[in-house]
């Protein structure tokens, strides 16, 4: 039963290129969150989807950002023309509910390096 | 000022000592979250809790719903838990739990 499932666990990317970051939730979870954990800074929520429906994404900066997740295939978290401000290590967590007594799991992360 | 707050920020203990970490919140909450994250590793959720206390090994988590506090206490500490331990909280609109708050972090070294 394998866990949350997260790709590449690392991605350089240059200023002004896209990256995309990949999700598998654990099988049968329907709710997939993304949070961020910048340098030296504690985690923050960005969005929180379900399969083909984007719940919440009041963490998500409005600009070059944007999260998906499909009926078939992964959630991805979308950063357009990226900048060394990006830089982090981006965290998918998963669960089969919303309620206090559906536990989160998380994927081991993806660090993304702006150079 | 960090809606949860943890303290200590950096802990050093020897291998056998009793750890305890605290966390404090000024927000409603439905669940309280205990992480763990290994320096450049994943991150792994130790206990989620609404009320009383919670035991899974050495590992122990209590919280105070009136005096919004939490611990976490590790038992027999070992090198292995050298860790940041991160408490987190989940909003209490209908009870999810997906938009944490989260703390900066508790770093865990226990020495052999």
């Known amino acids: 039963n394998a866990g949350v499932m997260q790709n590449p666990r690392h991605l350089v990317r240059r200023r002004g290129q896209e990256a995309r970051l990949r999700c598998s939730p654990m099988?049968?979870?329907?709710?997939v969150y993304w949070y961020r954990q910048l340098p030296e800074e504690g985690l923050k929520f960005m969005v929180y989807l379900q399969k083909e429906n984007i719940i919440d994404e009041s963490g998500m900066p409005k600009e070059r950002f944007s999260a998906e997740f499909p009926k078939e295939g992964p959630s991805i978290l979308r950063i357009q023309q990226v900048v060394r401000g990006d830089s982090a290590a981006y965290f998918c967590a998963s669960s089969w509910g919303t309620s206090y007594n559906s536990p989160l799991h998380f994927g081991n992360g993806t660090r993304l390096t702006v150079t | 000022k960090n809606e949860v707050e943890q303290s200590p920020q950096n802990l050093t203990a020897q291998e056998g000592e009793f750890i305890t970490i605290n966390c404090s919140y000024s927000v409603g909450i439905s669940a309280l979250h205990w992480l763990q994250q290994h320096p450049g590793g994943g991150i792994v959720s130790l206990f989620m809790?609404?009320?009383g206390k919670k035991k899974h090994g050495r590992l122990i988590a209590t919280i105070n719903i009136q005096e919004k506090h939490s611990s976490l206490h590790i038992t027999a500490s070992h090198p292995r838990d050298s860790a940041v331990y991160i408490c987190?909280?989940?909003?209490?609109?209908?009870?999810?739990?997906?938009?944490?708050?989260f703390g900066k972090g508790t770093l865990l070294t226990v020495n052999p």
């Open positions: 809790l609404s009320s």
């Open positions: 987190a909280v989940g909003g209490d609109s209908g009870g999810s739990n997906y938009k944490l708050t």
């Open positions: 099988k049968g979870h329907s709710h």
